[in-house]
């Protein structure tokens, strides 16, 4: 691990690496990653460059022994939204039960053979450029490391995460449609747990017709959640200063922030977001609950499950995790609804760009 984690950390540092051409990309970043990642390059049994498939190319298929394990494809630009349809496409084609797409930065991993769209099949995104190196260095054993790969421990890791997010989001979908249903319908939901409570509390069972009575005499039940712990407005105004400034840093380089008189040089937007959360959440740590009422779309940021997002990190000193798979603006967007829920004002914080 302690080579990968030092050539993951000279990605980060060097920027002569993002001025390579996609050929050199092959090979100086995505085959010196399986290298270290324990993959012989020299041996065909193991890497099988070049790989033929109906209608294109992989770059890689890792194979073992048994054929594509892993397609690996490699795409130079920021952009890797047009090329990870053709990658799972392809996959499907092969067999591939495991993807990877990458400009060797960005790594994002797939589940091709599962239902759902390319979003859905993605399980895991890691950004060299917006999260720890130990972190990255981790995932990448985990998920690319010869052993893992041919033990099968990946692909059994990788379903359990799809799975679970996929459990978190249709709980999340039907949980308001269960609770419309029992509304609409409380006689008959009820009666038989309320029964059942009362028999344990007396010794006695009531009659359903004294039940319907009772569930009738507390009047029309709302058919909508129960109401939850909801912070005072975010934006009050038409457009706030967050968005306006959000959309003017869109696009821009983050050198360092100031928040409350302290100032922290950091290299990346995440990286703001995380020390912002650092430094306000050790203030708050009763508090921290309300954070679950920040959502956007049906979009959550925070979350106790790590699984639920493509790209988290845990906060220090908390045991919640914060989507860090975000644009800039988004995170800029993100970060004044925590100042203004906590309490603070937008002035107490300032950024440099360049």
């Known amino acids: 691990m302690g080579n990968l984690l030092e050539f993951i950390k000279k990605l980060q540092s060097e920027g002569r690496f993002h001025n390579l051409d996609e050929a050199a990309l092959k090979q100086s970043v995505a085959m010196k990653i399986l290298s270290l990642l324990d993959w012989d390059p020299f041996d065909l049994d193991e890497i099988q460059p070049e790989y033929n498939i109906e209608g294109g190319k992989i770059d890689f298929s890792l194979k073992q022994n048994d054929p594509n394990r892993v397609f690996l494809v490699v795409r130079k630009g920021s ?77 059994r890791l990788a379903e359990e995460i799809y799975h679970t997010r996929q459990r978190a989001f249709l709980v999340k979908e039907f949980l308001p449609k269960a609770w419309e249903k029992i509304m609409k319908e409380p006689e008959k939901w009820l009666a038989e747990p309320l029964a059942e409570v009362t028999k344990n509390l007396c010794g006695y069972k009531p009659d359903m017709d004294i039940l319907r009575e009772f569930i009738r005499s507390k009047g029309e039940m709302k058919a909508e959640a129960p109401p939850v712990l909801k912070p005072k407005p975010l934006i009050t105004p038409a457009k706030s200063k967050a968005t306006i400034q959000g959309e003017d840093y869109a696009g821009k380089s983050l050198t360092a922030f100031t928040f409350r ?94």
């Open 79 to 155: 952009d890797l939204s047009k090329p990870q349809e053709e990658l799972l496409n392809h996959s499907v084609q092969g067999n591939a039960r495991m993807a990877v797409l990458t400009n060797g930065f960005t790594w994002w991993f797939y589940l091709p053979l599962l239902q759902g769209s390319a979003d859905e099949k993605k399980f895991l995104a890691l950004e060299m450029n917006g999260q720890k190196g130990e972190e990255i260095s981790e995932k990448l054993l985990q998920f690319l490391s010869k052993g893992s790969v041919t033990s099968g421990k990946s692909l």
């Open 261 to 354: 008189d302290n100032r922290y040089e950091v290299k990346s937007w995440k990286a703001m977001l995380i020390k912002v959360c650092e430094s306000i959440f050790s203030q708050h740590k009763g508090e921290l609950d309300v954070l679950f009422t920040i959502s956007e779309k049906g979009k959550e940021f925070f979350s106790r499950n790590p699984y639920e997002f493509l790209n988290c990190e845990k906060i220090s000193g908390t045991t919640i995790y914060v989507d860090v798979g975000l644009k800039a603006k988004e995170v800029i967007d993100l970060v004044y609804k925590i100042l203004l829920l906590f309490g603070y004002k937008e002035s107490d914080l300032a950024m440099e760009v360049k």
